[in-house]
T-cell receptor, first 115, second 114 residues
């Protein structure tokens, strides 16, 4: 149980375009999901907390207009990287707090490359 | 001071030995701590979590929490080459709308030598 599905796993896009990443909780409801970014050989950095039915909470230094988060249902959160630039190339991972004793479950991650 | 700190390593341990991974945290309000394993190019997978002082064992893994010293550790017994990965320690120093966000340490890269 407590599976989080993330798509796509890998995407290459051109500079200036937008990319949408989906995160779904498959067998539980997640009122809150978390979006992380990880650069090579670095740890996970929390970008924002996605709240079902309300606005996301962004961490300091994260541009909310660039990283649009939508959490329209109890099982789906999306992250849209708008006007992507090469420096946005990274590994993006979503997470949700699963029911008791499952801790926090992560999606499989999305490798974004902006060319 | 970072909220969660780990020695980035690399830590090298011979096969069959005990690997010891350490983590300290700065926020005394942190309630739970998590150890994740991350293979290169993959997302983290949960090994275990701990919220009470003392030891918690699960198979070859033992997590230890000392709230007075603000110290968390993970012991891996009978280390196997497949244990070679980056191990991430995480704590939850704040609470937002009923869900607690996690803050990660920088990770310790562990290599088990056959």
């Amino acid at each position: 149980g407590a599976v989080v599905s993330q798509h796509p796993s890998r995407v290459i896009c051109k500079s200036g375009t937008s990319v949408k990443i989906e995160c779904r909780s498959l067998d539980f409801q997640a009122t809150t999901m978390f979006w992380y970014r990880q650069f090579p050989k670095q740890s996970l950095m929390l970008m924002a907390t996605s709240n079902e039915g309300s606005k996301a909470t962004y961490e300091q230094g994260v541009e909310k207009d660039k990283f649009l988060i939508n959490h329209a249902s109890l099982t789906l959160s999306t992250l849209t990287v708008t006007s992507a630039h090469p420096e946005d190339s990274s590994f993006y991972i979503c997470s949700a707090q699963a029911p008791a004793n499952y801790g926090y479950t992560f999606g499989s991650g999305t490798r974004l490359t902006v060319v | 001071q970072k909220e969660v700190e780990q020695n980035s390593g690399p830590l090298s341990v011979p096969e069959g030995a005990i690997a010891s991974l350490n983590c300290t945290y700065s926020d005394r309000g942190s309630q739970s701590f998590f150890w994740y394993r991350q293979y290169s190019g993959k997302s983290p997978e949960l090994i275990m979590f701990i919220y009470s002082n003392g030891d918690k064992e699960d198979g070859r893994f033992t997590a230890q929490l000392n709230k007075a010293s603000q110290y968390v550790s993970l012991l891996i017994r009978d280390s196997q080459p497949s244990d070679s990965a980056t191990y991430l320690c995480a704590g939850n120093p704040s609470k937002i709308q009923g869900a607690q966000k996690l803050v990660f340490g920088q990770g310790t890269r562990l290599t088990i030598n056959p």
